[in-house]
């Protein structure tokens, strides 16, 4: 009569309805906690007695164990006893994903027409089997300008992830197996290093020997001498840092030695390659100058974020690939032209074509003419200067991904931090970011933030941080409240999270809360890389946490994790606070919008609201619209393309973002 | 047989339990379908009693193991094997007990019979409406308390926000408290929690708004 039947496991068909159990759980379970915690406030005391959040595993030889303070609370012998009430916990379904390079995408055989061509350099046919058509364009536009009569400078402006580099690497093989002589040397960032090699390794058709002066550990000028002498004695490419390569050419040794270093860097090549080119786009820097001082004609500049700041460091860049470039006879007119369309609006008159006068003007016209026709003639005659130099690319392998969602949050501060924010604005600019950025996510940060530099060092150890975090009420902090809930959110729905930040104390103090309240580990759960961290490390914390069922979080240093890093494992993306620079951010979005993500990505910039970051927000939006206007613009577009456009939290396409927890700390939400 | 099922698991969790044992008793031999929806499950459990409570009259020592075992079988509440633990129906027989070193307790092994609740994929049940979500739709019938009816398989009901949350449809609507019959889509065992998560549909005939 009894019977007794086995569960039977279908994974067809349910498991998006047991993920939208966990989601709808954990939203119901977060508008719980709320209502806890507003009655906690009364009773202050009671808050510190809370024992450990008990998450029971049951060991057989253990008995209950609490997976997150290790306690045996009832012993394998007495388990036949009371039950107290558990915790509750969701499961988390975990989806394998696989970093997928984007070269490694066979789109079949591509015919090479002979338009391609403009001279007798020809792409190696296992290269043109695997090359987009736009890394066609681009290799007859290397062509045509590296390789005749009169070679010049190129900048190749393609976005991040749209395969430069196997471009470049086919190029510089067919270009040495028609010039053996040639000597390549590639500038570049030293943490990218390693990737270079390894695409070098992968696509090369016969040997040609890589040398750079930090796998030998070549650190005195005699050793890089021997290593300079022996990429000048036979075919090969070297490899340099930035850094590096600015302290040779500008040191000061004077002795035979670093000068004769210093010649046979500034001789020597004659194939000039800056991957990620941007970085010497500031005149009163070391690298600039230094690398204006090499001799050969053919430089090429690769970047996916040409433009940073301003116009004139496109400028400054595009005087290093082609040497007074707005005086050439080709440039020339157009630059006059230009001028004449913007004088006409300023109150300057302006007689002649100067540099700066030039590139302020066009930049003051892109941004804030009201005129549209005058706008679009400057566009194109801005285009037209460029166009036989500068190649662009907006890059639409990016659209064979599910999607990216790109926010502005913009959310209410609480109490605390309003009366802080009162005292910071009479500090100047930096100290105003350093300290707000800490205070929006904290007020307990503030006083942490506001101490010197060697004090801050002190306070950022692991011990300070926690005797900090015992006494704090997370929902104080609006950015560390919005930033709890959005992990566990993503968490119940089987996502990771990316939390990127300019500065360490933010970062170190979200990593020690989760670490203290959900019991997480670092290097299990939570993994964090900046700048101090090693190669390493680096590649160790990337790999685990894109493979591991474990890994939740990642937070990252925005600049150290600019390049070579690929983070697809996450799909949901928190930027802390607003850097001025919007290719910064750029970059770390790509880290998980690229080729291998598998699923749609939000990225969260979060805004304090009625503070200084707002008009850090919208200067830096400015200048992510000027490279828009200046590369995307056509006639079809209107003024609404390139605006914020702010959207209601119901149609915002996340369901995340609409938990009443986390919607009602919401002020304002754009998007991109 | 469905629908008899239904009325016996409404009228039951409005009796008291002591009159629920004997009316599941009294029921159980004149209906022996009621095994498709209750089980009677043959146990065996390790009760453990303190010095305090032994005494040498064999009526106390035996009440003394009784409540210890229904305190025990009401916290620990549910198992996977078993499902959602109702009643104890029968007391088979008290074992002889060992002395614990140490301590002085004794362990009197227990053999019993035990009514049980357990979801099987396909049951029909009722419940009632706990709260209502953008997502879907969170029910609870008898001792299951989290029973999940997504939004994507309700596809002809349409969320209404506000202060009262409903799902509507053009002709009935789901709201707080509202009775429902619905049809076990899959279920898990949380371990945890100690208790079932099922996933509902309304999808099929008599489904839906009671």
């Given at each position: 009569m009894i019977e007794e039947e086995k569960p039977v496991k279908e994974s067809d068909g349910l498991e998006d309805l047991w993920k939208d159990f966990s989601l709808a759980a954990e939203c119901t379970k977060l508008d719980t906690n709320e209502d806890m915690s507003n009655e906690k406030d009364v009773d202050d005391e009671n808050e510190m007695d809370d024992d450990c959040n008990h998450d029971i595993r049951i060991h057989e030889d253990l008995g209950h164990v609490c997976r997150i303070c290790g306690m045996i609370v009832r012993k394998a012998e007495t388990i036949i006893d009371y039950q107290w009430k558990k915790a509750s916990r969701t499961r988390t379904n975990y989806y394998e994903s696989r970093s997928k390079d984007a070269d490694d995408i066979d789109t079949g055989a591509v015919k090479v027409s002979e338009d391609f061509i403009v001279s007798d350099i020809a792409i190696h046919p296992r290269h043109a089997k695997q090359m987009r058509p736009h890394q066609l364009e681009g290799f007859s536009f290397l062509v045509k300008n590296l390789v005749g009569d009169k070679p010049g400078g190129c900048i190749l402006a393609h976005a991040p992830g749209s395969g430069k580099t196997f471009m470049l690497i086919s190029f510089i093989q067919s270009f040495l197996a028609k010039y053996p002589s040639a000597r390549p040397l590639v500038v570049l960032p030293k943490g990218i290093l390693g990737t270079w090699k390894r695409e070098f390794q992968r696509w090369q058709v016969e040997d040609i020997p890589l040398y750079d002066f930090y796998s030998v550990k070549a650190d005195k000028r005699t050793e890089q001498l021997e290593v300079l002498k022996s990429w000048e004695a036979r075919m090969s490419i070297l490899f340099l840092g930035y850094k590096q390569f600015s302290r040779i050419i500008c040191g000061d040794g004077d002795g035979n030695i670093a000068a004769a270093c210093r010649d046979r860097l500034l001789m020597v090549p004659n194939l000039l390659i800056l991957d990620e080119g941007h970085t010497p786009r500031n005149r009163e820097t070391d690298v600039l100058a230094s690398l204006k001082r090499v001799q050969t004609p053919r430089k090429v500049v690769l970047s996916g974020t040409l433009f940073q700041n301003h116009v004139s460091e496109v400028f400054n860049i595009l005087d290093l690939v082609r040497p007074k470039f707005l005086k050439m006879e080709s440039s020339r007119p157009i630059a006059r032209r230009i001028m004449s369309q913007v004088a006409i609006s300023g109150i300057r008159s302006l007689k002649g074509v100067h540099d700066s006068a030039f590139t302020e003007s066009v930049e003051d016209t892109l941004l804030n003419d009201d005129n549209f026709t005058r706008k679009s003639h400057v566009i194109r005659s801005l285009r037209e200067l460029t166009k036989d130099v500068l190649h662009y690319y907006k890059g639409d392998i990016l659209d064979e991904l599910p999607g990216l969602v790109d926010f502005s949050v913009f959310l209410k501060l609480s109490t605390k931090q309003k009366e802080i924010v009162h005292k910071i604005e009479a500090y100047e600019k930096f100290k105003r970011s350093a300290v707000g950025t800490a205070l929006y996510i904290h007020p307990c940060l503030s006083e942490i933030s506001e101490g010197d530099a060697a004090d801050r060092a002190t306070n950022l150890t692991d011990a300070t941080v926690d005797s900090l975090i015992e006494s704090i009420?997370?929902?104080?902090?609006?950015?560390?409240?919005?930033?709890?809930?959005?992990?566990?959110?993503?968490?119940?729905?089987?996502?990771?999270?990316?939390?990127?930040?300019?500065?360490?104390?933010?970062?170190?103090?979200?990593?020690?809360?989760?670490?203290?309240r959900l019991g997480w580990h670092v290097g299990k759960e939570i993994f964090m890389i900046s700048g101090d961290t090693s190669a390493d490390d680096r590649e160790v914390a990337m790999d685990q946490f894109n493979n591991s069922a474990d890994a939740k979080v990642l937070f990252g240093s925005i600049k150290a994790c600019g390049e070579g890093i690929s983070l697809v494992g996450a799909s949901r993306v928190i930027i802390l606070d607003v850097h001025l620079n919007p290719s910064v951010t750029r970059q770390a979005i790509g880290r998980a919008f690229r080729p291998g993500q598998q699923k749609k990505v939000f990225v969260y910039r979060l805004v304090a609201a009625d503070s200084p970051e707002v008009k850090f927000h919208e200067t830096a939006f400015k200048k992510e619209v000027i490279p828009k206007l200046w590369f995307e613009w056509s006639e079809l577009c209107t003024t609404e393309d390139f605006k914020l456009n702010q959207v209601d939290i119901d149609d915002s396409e996340d369901e995340l973002l609409e938990a009443n927890a986390i919607r009602q700390d919401i002020k304002a939400l754009y998007r991109r | 047989m469905r629908a008899w099922a239904w009325r016996r698991t409404a009228f039951l969790r409005n009796v008291p339990a002591l009159l629920r044992m004997v009316l599941m008793q009294r029921e159980a031999s004149t209906y022996r379908q009621s095994a498709m929806v209750f089980l009677k499950v043959d146990m065996s459990w390790n009760v453990l009693i303190s010095p305090s409570e032994l005494s040498p009259k064999g009526l106390l020592l035996r009440k003394a193991v009784i409540v210890s075992l229904l305190e025990e079988i009401a916290n620990r509440k549910a198992s996977k094997d078993h499902g959602y633990y109702i009643a104890v129906s029968e007391l088979k027989a008290i074992s002889e007990g060992k002395v614990r070193e140490l301590t002085g307790d004794v362990l009197f092994p227990v053999t019993f019979t035990c009514i049980t609740q357990k979801p099987t994929k396909g049951e029909i049940l009722v419940g009632s409406v706990d709260k209502i979500l953008k997502h879907g739709v969170f029910l609870k019938s008898g001792p299951i308390e989290s029973i999940f009816l997504s939004e994507k398989t309700l596809s002809d009901y349409k969320y209404i926000g506000g202060e009262n949350p409903m799902f509507m449809n053009d002709h009935s609507k789901l709201e707080k408290d509202t009775a429902v019959r619905f049809k076990v889509m899959g279920f898990r065992w949380m371990e945890a929690d100690r208790q079932f998560q099922i996933l509902a549909t309304l999808a099929g005939d008599y489904l839906g708004p009671l």
């Open positions: 009420i997370i929902k104080d902090g609006v950015k560390a409240k919005f930033f709890f809930n959005i992990l566990s959110l993503a968490n119940s729905a089987g996502e990771k999270l990316l939390a990127f930040s300019q500065y360490i104390l933010p970062m170190k103090f979200l990593e020690r809360l989760l670490v203290k | -």
